[in-house]
């Protein structure tokens, strides 16, 4: 069934090698079998070939393989790491699907849509149209698909249909798996590509460690004992009293490593035998390709009917599969249970979402007020043993299939309960670097103080700090860090309620303190 054609289509009507497309019968002549896709005007016949086989002419054919740094998002400091680009993969072969996957895909997309073009399928796998070619030739031979409508311009202008055998082979894909979008890369593709991107090696010095802190008020000796384990890429357990800014420097480890650790590149699904497991999730990874993304999408769009802008999306630099993003900070409290650390599979869709700590690789993993989860810290402990050691952690899919993953990521463990009744002797030795932190010095207190007064316009009076080390701190309480961010906000909501201009005073500083340091 062809569509009626458009007014430009009726005046330039397909060639001979779109209607042989369309009835999927080969032109013979003499005793040999000519290309299926062949017209009868030589010009016509290359001109495929021209768009989407070839290179520029002032190209030079030797350096075809050879891949190109993509521009840089954000500027990059003296010293970063910058993860190179993926090349795009030529072949089906190098894409790591087997051509029924593929296919499987392209069904799914058309029950969808109900037709599309081939560019259009092309740009929804995120593969080069080379390789979605291979699987539209076989469904077409298949009887899956049948061609609507179409320009002379290449078969990735044609406009694709399913037949009645090819819906019901949809409905059989979706069966299996109801995944559509991006094609996924192979399990071996990730785990080399989260080898090249690990932690561990990151270009960490005193000065770079101390820009990344600056906006920080930490005692001296703090960023000597961080950087070490920086530079590790192993376990860190962070431990001491309540609200003096534990979470906040697990926090300042990953602007770090934002900063100096350069961009890597995360998948958008991966393939596993015949299983299906999503990892890009944009609520935790920033990704930093997104201006080279819409202008290509900008580009498509203004330009559908230009030739020349077809190629961007036919024979992409990169392999498109994959986002470029900032080294991910994932954070976790007591909502952390084991279950969030294995696959979760969907029942209904057939397809998996990869755990946290998985979608954290490259990053930092942050488990906060540890052992207060769900889950006993001796389960959690026991879950992650092995992980610790070997750097390497492995999930089981709904089959029972077993296999590993790479587990590169800066684990941070930080809890302000007593380390000694939480874990054993067994797992401290597993975790490289401990570091304590403790109450702030009278000092250091005061510079907190002052600090918190600028960010709020409040002019800092000594006497701020006098009353409360007067009548709360030697009276047996320790000082927090947390404290004068707290106690500044309950005397600004006073002033506000009041209807006056916030200040620091005694009657003030006492009111505060009453409310906040109560005896419960």
Aim: net charge negative; proline share 6%; hydrophobic share 35%.
């Amino acid at each position: 069934m062809i569509d009626r054609p458009t007014e430009d289509e009726s005046q330039n009507p397909p060639d001979d090698s779109i209607l042989e497309y369309m009835k999927g019968t080969p032109k013979e002549t003499g005793s040999e079998e000519e290309p299926r896709y062949t017209a009868k005007n030589h010009d016509l016949s290359d001109l495929y070939n021209d768009l989407f086989q070839k290179k520029k002419p002032t190209e030079d054919p030797q350096k075809v393989l050879v891949k190109e740094q993509p521009e840089e998002a954000i500027p990059l400091d003296d010293g970063q790491y910058e993860g190179e680009s993926i090349p795009a993969p030529q072949t089906l072969e190098e894409s790591g699907l087997s051509l029924m996957q593929l296919c499987n895909l392209v069904l799914k997309q058309l029950y969808l849509q109900g037709s599309a073009l081939g560019i259009e399928i092309s740009r929804s796998a995120h593969l080069p149209f080379g390789i979605i070619d291979e699987a539209l030739i076989f469904l077409k031979e298949d009887k899956c698909i049948e061609v609507s409508s179409g320009k002379m311009i290449g078969r990735s202008s044609y406009r694709f249909n399913l037949t009645e055998l090819g819906r019901i082979r949809a409905r059989e894909a979706f069966e299996q798996c109801r995944y559509v979008g991006p094609a996924p890369v192979p399990l071996h593709d990730y785990v080399r590509q989260c080898r090249l991107q690990t932690v561990t090696g990151i270009d960490c010095t005193p000065e770079k460690l101390e820009h990344a802190f600056e906006d920080f008020i930490l005692r001296e000796g703090l960023l000597n004992e961080l950087g070490p384990a920086v530079c590790s890429g192993r376990s860190i357990f962070i431990y001491g009293p309540p609200g003096n800014g534990k979470t906040l420097i697990a926090k300042g480890l990953g602007q770090f490593l934002n900063r100096q650790g350069g961009d890597i590149y995360v998948p958008y699904a991966l393939q596993m035998e015949n299983s299906i497991i999503t990892l890009f999730d944009p609520t935790i990874h920033q990704t930093t390709d997104d201006l080279e993304l819409q202008e290509r999408s900008l580009v498509e769009t203004q330009n559908a009917d230009r030739i020349s802008k077809m190629k961007g999306w036919d024979k992409p630099e990169c392999d498109l599969r994959w986002r470029r993003i900032r080294r991910p900070v994932v954070i976790t409290g007591g909502e952390l249970t084991l279950e969030m650390l294995d696959l979760r599979y969907n029942q209904s869709s057939n397809y998996y979402t990869a755990p946290l700590h998985i979608k954290a690789n490259g990053g930092v993993f942050l488990i906060d007020d540890f052992g207060r989860q769900l889950v006993s810290p001796k389960n959690l402990l026991n879950r992650w043993i092995l992980p610790l050691e070997d750097r390497v952690d492995y999930l089981t899919l709904a089959t029972g299939k077993k296999f590993s993953v790479p587990f590169e990521q800066l684990i941070v463990f930080s809890t302000n309960l007593d380390p000694k009744d939480l874990v054993d002797e067994a797992f401290l030795r597993r975790i490289r670097h401990k570091i304590q932190i403790s109450a702030p010095s009278r000092q250091i207190f005061t510079e907190i103080c002052k600090l918190c007064c600028r960010q709020r316009d409040i002019e800092f009076d000594p006497s701020f700090v006098n009353y409360l080390y007067d009548n709360c701190y030697r009276q047996g309480k320790a000082p927090r860090s947390s404290d004068p961010r707290d106690l500044l906000e309950i005397i600004q909501s006073i002033c506000r309620f009041k209807g006056q201009k916030p200040i620091i005073s005694t009657q003030l500083i006492s009111e505060a303190a009453q409310r906040f340091f109560c005896q419960i």
